[in-house]
Each structure stands twice: as C-alpha cells, then as structure tokens.
C-alpha cells in the first residue's frame, strides 16, 4: 500500500508509485527526486575556491585568445588621431575595418584603408587614408581637381569637406601599388608629401567598415 486514497486527495509517500498512479503523483514524485539529487550534489561537492578560480581564469584566456584571433587575423582596430580624415572620420575617432576585404579583391578607388605608413621602417604607424591612384595609373592634382590618367573630367569627390587648393604632380603609381589622400586636402599630411609616395598592396592592412568611438557610424 503505498498511499492512502480519500475522496479528492491522496497522501504521497515519496519513493514509491503506484501501478495506476496519476499524473500528479508521478510529477510529485520527480520533483521529490530531484530535489534529492540536488541536495546529494550540493553535499557531495561543496563549494572551492580554487575550481570557482581557475574557470574563471580558462574563461579570460579562451576571450584573450578569441580577441588575438579576430584582431589578427578578421578585424583591425585603429585610432585617427587628427582630422586629416574629416569629415568623414573626425579626429581622435576609432574605426573598425576588415581583413577580409582584400584577401580574394583588390582595394578600389575610394575605398577607405588602414595600412603601413610608407615612410615609417619599423612598420609599427597605421594610416588611414582613401584610396585615390590604382596601380598603372597616372594622378594628377590641377587647381585643387584629382585628374586620372587623360581624363579632363575631374574625379567626384563628394566626401570633400572643402575645395582643395593647390597643384600636385603627375604621380604615376607603380604596378601593385596605390597612392593615398586623405578626405581633409588642405590639412592631411598624405602620398603627395611622403618620401615613399605609393602603398604597396601587402601594406594595405584593412577596409575601413565604420567608426565605434565616440559614435558608431558607417564609413563611406
């Protein structure tokens, strides 16, 4: 006899179930054994410092190893820390670019890049700058007006904050190469001021996709 069985109600004697019990009772009885189970491993397994410690550390590592991995080898993070990118990237701001972008394409003109500042033999600056000259290509700066090759239409520059002023060139970028400029003309220290005037495709390091500080905002 397992449970003595009055009119709308029975009395549960954990541990045993009847053939024809019901649903209730079998739920009753579950219940009971797990909260057996849970008492049995609690006392079983009191708490430790040192497990309680060491997931915690193989929880940081495995996020330090996932960041390596994605600033390696998918993203780049880098800072600009002038205005020479303004208006579309403002001073100080920090963008994210991908890695990705260039592995099975070449970079296009007016796509916007982080890469090995030419000049710099350590290979340790990053510059961010917008692609303007393509390898073979002629550029040519006339009265502030980007010129390719023997275009007599000037290049649409919409991104500029303001007319360029001056006269640069011709600079005829070498095969595997491309000449930088940054959005800010009168004010960006960029390929028509460097020694080493032309990027290298295997220096060009990210696209550009978007800013994240102080504002997150896609770059175009």
Known sequence: MTATEEPGH??????????????????????????????????????????????????????????????????????????????????KSRVIGSRLSYLTSDPERGDVVIFHFPDDPTGKIYYVKRV???????????????????????????????????????????EGCYFMMGDNRNNSLDARFWKNQFVEKDKIIAKVLFTYFPKIEKVE
């Open 10 to 91: 029975f009395t549960f004697v954990p541990g045993f179930v009847r053939q024809n019990a019901g649903k209730e009772e079998i739920y009753m009885l579950e219940e009971e054994n797990s909260r057996k189970r849970s008492r049995k491993q609690q006392e079983e397994e009191p708490f430790s410092w040192k497990k309680e410690i060491i997931s915690w550390i193989q929880i940081i590592v495995a996020a330090v190893i996932i960041a390596l991995v994605l600033n390696n080898f998918i993203i780049a993070n880098s800072r600009v820390p002038t205005g020479s990118m303004e208006n579309t990237i403002m001073s």
């Open 132 to 174: 303007i000259g393509l390898p073979g290509e002629t550029v040519n700066v006339v009265d502030g007006k980007v010129y390719i090759n023997d275009s007599d239409t000037p290049l649409d520059e919409p991104y500029l904050p303001e007319p360029m002023e001056g006269s640069y060139g011709p600079y005829t970028v070498p």
